[in-house]
């Protein structure tokens, strides 16, 4: 059969696993600037999966479409850096402020625009906002079937794909026709690392902006080499209606933000030892906590 | 119209606990706005699932009873139920935070062009002030939940869409029925007027769902471990406490990310949110987003070599040292004193 055609998308996000102190101000809201920026997990595990049905089906292209600021060319160049054919950076200030729905309308845009495509393959969702609703938005944009929670591609033939989803309580296979989008789960198995001579090629690969930071000899090489280029596209490209972009476009608004405030409570300290924990497992016996 | 609708989910021929969680919580949503609660109910042979409903407060039931709609899938539920919404004109729709209401939801949100609020662990009915174009809007659904990696909590409003759209989380809200049911009334759903056959397009070729395989919400005892536990066979130390216990095993993020635990046994504000009788946290330093999905439980024993680490701060008990030693001594120690 002939290769398929694969848009990942993909999001820079803020680590916010490891939030320590330092990340979190006086008055309870995030400091961004103390995480670092990186591959959003599940949409790096989207892109193996990604290059799981294109060592598959030779002949299959992937081209990654990330939203963002310019600096977010960097997972971009993460993604092809591990097999992905082609980038594209969907960025401009009047995205600022979207919420999921503008985020969806944006990227359904770029993923239209691409032409013919057969997959859209994303995370199941970011770490920052843990919604989980914009690739099932985007697939409803794009007027296409989804599938959530993909962990495993099964069957793959020419007019439709098997795969596997996770559910609370199980799994369940299930076939779907071309195109489609897929999400997939945390339970799948993590990306491949990047690969020395993709590293190598794909170095100098940046963006029309960035390469305006960059010095003569990196442009001339992006002259004679195309495929260093990380297409950029803005809302006039997109050919965007800005109404339903940014603040405007976004029906959630955040009224208040606030910090977790804990109960701190007059701890008893028991003694590591055998009499220690003798003395704590009796009094716990005795109130009826356990036993 | 301008009425509540909650989107119930069915397995089989039962109703999930969730629905009945966000019923509960609909239903005095509904009573404060002096509006009806109305119910979605999609699936195949629901005979007789509506007088459940009406023992949670259900005015009015809107029945689909098909076979493509059992077991679920994505396309024949959204089409229904925005079909459904688009001639109801409902003020607030509402979903459980599970694999299926987080896959529907933001289909219908999309199709509708509305807000939706993923998550949410509080509804309330209040005001929002939009200070740049001091503007006032009464009577909003304020949606709260777990923003940043649970990290923060953000309340959410949809001042200008209808109908204001949010997934609720399983367990955070009261399951109760009123004193007296109602006399609901019916509406059983032309299925076929809402599907096209493009909505057939995915087709399910193999389910396993194994049922209430973990219980960790209900469970009265957890035992969960930290990275600090230090590596999948440690974990065995925390299963025979919890096993001589009688309870469950749970783990924090950190844990779940180093493979250590599953990830359907996740605590916090990205796993499950928990309140049991007993939690011991084992090397659990205590990360915003676990304390939250574990800190209304009645008493925590907090087991860590940090003396300072925070999840001491919100224990009862606080013993420093060593998990590998600490915890067979505690299993030791309780089969010596249970008679």
């Known amino acids: 059969m002939k290769g398929l055609r694969i848009i990942v998308l993909a999001k820079q996000v803020p680590d916010t696993r490891n939030v320590g102190k330092d990340a979190m101000k006086a008055n309870g809201t995030v400091n961004r600037a103390a995480l670092p920026a990186i591959f959003n997990p599940e949409d790096l595990k989207a892109l193996e999966q990604a290059l799981i049905i294109m060592d598959r089906i030779p002949g299959s292209t992937i081209t990654i479409i990330t939203m963002g600021p310019v600096r977010a060319a960097n997972i971009i160049r993460e993604a092809l850096y591990r097999g992905a054919d082609s980038g594209i950076l969907i960025t401009d200030k009047r995205f600022a402020g979207s919420d999921t729905l503008a985020t969806s309308y944006a990227l359904a845009l770029a993923v239209r625009k691409t032409g013919k495509y057969d997959l859209v393959m994303c995370g199941r969702q970011a770490i920052d906002g843990d919604t989980a609703q914009v690739g099932p938005q985007v697939a409803e944009k794009l007027d296409i079937p989804q599938i959530t929670y993909v962990e495993e591609i099964g069957e793959i033939k020419e007019k439709k794909i098997t795969v596997r989803r996770r559910l609370e309580n199980g799994v369940e296979t299930l076939e779907a026709p071309y195109p489609l989008l897929l999400t997939v789960h945390g339970s799948a198995p993590e990306c491949r690392s990047r690969n020395a001579k993709l590293l190598m090629k794909y170095k100098h690969a940046c963006t029309h902006t960035e390469l305006l930071h960059e010095v003569e000899d990196y442009i001339s090489l992006h002259d004679i080499h195309p495929y260093l280029d990380i297409t950029e596209w803005n809302v006039d490209d997109l050919k965007a209606d800005v109404e339903w972009l940014g603040l405007s476009g976004s029906p959630t608004k955040v009224q208040r933000v606030e910090s977790i405030v804990f109960t701190v409570k007059e701890s008893t300290t028991v003694n590591g030892d055998e009499e220690g924990i003798n003395q704590l497992m009796k009094e716990l016996i005795e109130h009826h906590n356990i036993g | ?339």
Do not use: W
């Not at chain 2, 119930?8 to 239903?27: M, N, P, Q, W, Y």
């Not at chain 2, 979605?40 to 009873?65: A, N």
């Not at chain 2, 915003?288 to 024993?301: C, L, N, T, V």
């Open chain 2, 1 to 339: 119209m301008n009425n509540v609708i909650v989107y119930c989910e069915v397995h089989g021929k039962e109703i999930a606990d969730v629905s009945f969680e966000i019923l509960s919580r609909g239903r005095s949503l509904a009573g404060e706005l002096n509006v009806k609660l109305e119910a979605i109910i999609l699936g195949h042979k629901l005979d007789g699932v509506e007088k459940e409903l009406y023992e949670y407060g259900v005015d009015i039931v809107h029945k689909g009873d098909h076979k493509y709609l059992a077991p679920y899938t994505t396309l024949p539920h959204a089409s229904v139920v925005t079909g459904v919404f688009q001639k109801e004109k409902p003020r607030i729709g509402l979903f459980g935070a599970t694999s299926v209401g987080r896959d529907i939801a933001p289909r219908i949100s999309s199709k509708l062009k509305c807000g939706l609020t993923a998550d949410c662990t509080e509804l309330v009915i209040g005001d929002y002030l939009d200070k740049k174009n001091k503007k006032t809007y009464n009577d909003l659904l304020l949606q709260r939940r777990p923003a940043f990696g649970g990290n923060i909590i953000a309340t959410i409003v949809t001042p200008d869409t209808l109908p204001q759209l949010a997934t609720v989380r399983e367990g955070v809200m009261k399951k109760e029925k009123p004193p007296t049911p109602k006399k609901g009334k019916t509406v059983n759903l032309d299925i076929d007027k809402y599907l096209s056959k493009s909505d057939l397009a995915v087709k399910i070729i193999e389910r396993h769902i194994e049922k209430n395989k973990l219980n960790i919400k209900n469970s009265s005892i957890i035992v969960a471990g930290g990275y600090g536990v230090g590596s999948r066979e440690n974990f065995d130390m925390l299963y025979e406490l919890a096993h001589v216990l009688g309870g469950e095993v749970g783990g924090s993020r950190a844990a779940v990310d180093a493979g250590f635990i599953e990830r359907d046994r996740q605590i916090g504000q990205t796993g499950v949110t928990v309140r049991p009788k007993l939690y011991i946290a084992c090397g659990i330093s205590g990360q915003i987003q676990h304390r939250a999905g574990m800190d209304k439980s009645a008493m925590i024993i907090s087991i860590n070599s940090d003396p300072e680490a925070p999840m001491n701060k919100i224990a009862d008990y606080v013993i420093t040292g060593d998990l590998s030693k600490i915890i067979p001594q505690m299993v030791k120690s309780y089969k010596e004193n249970i008679k």
